[in-house]
């Protein structure tokens, strides 16, 4: 391993909510720092990411966590979708009738298109952590400079990262937190050996790109179900 990879913990401070429906890992953000950074994706991204990596190839990085005791909200929040590009036929409101329409009825007196409101989840939390094992000053300088924020619409203004810090920490939570629940998706296989503890699993992503890489059946952060539950 990397002598400048050490365990610790990255803070981000948000200044405005943010939306999850699936686990957010620190390795998906670098990922996305690589791409704006060097303009790699997906795959060729992994020999970038300042982050050691385990069994399977897998990063030594949890998801995005909300710390016990930190202001936390939940609701809505709402933005606004353009609608561009979009061809009349298959896009034009009122097509059809029952249970062949595509959308309900929509008032176009105005003209066919409108924009939409689209309503998430809203997670208000003034910081939240990742566990990690890397170079924490290279994992922070990325996300300072190319990263604006987590979760849906982060381009837009949600989950806006005012600032980030680290601290070190002298034991690695990087896949089991301090209590022992899962920090990461993680396949059951390597969960199995390496708690005693059983939680729920179902068909995940493990590895970058996770929008592209095979499900298996994995463990899943338990934040995820205790702050926010698994979003439709």
Known sequence: MNENYVPFLLRLNLSSPFHLSTPLTLDALLSYAIFCEKGLMDEAT??????????????????LHIPRGTFYVRGKFNRVAGVRDLALGDFSPNVGKGQNARYGQVDIQRGPYKTVINSYAAHDAREVVFYAVGNPEEVSRLISDYVPGVGKCANSGAGQIESVSWHLLENDYSWVTPKGSPARPLPCTIWNQISDFRYESEPMSYQVPYSKSARVQSVFPESIMEYWGRLA
Do not use: T, Y
């Open 46 to 63: 992994i020999d970038h990411i300042p982050l050691a990596r385990g069994e399977m190839g897998i990063f030594k990085a949890s998801a």
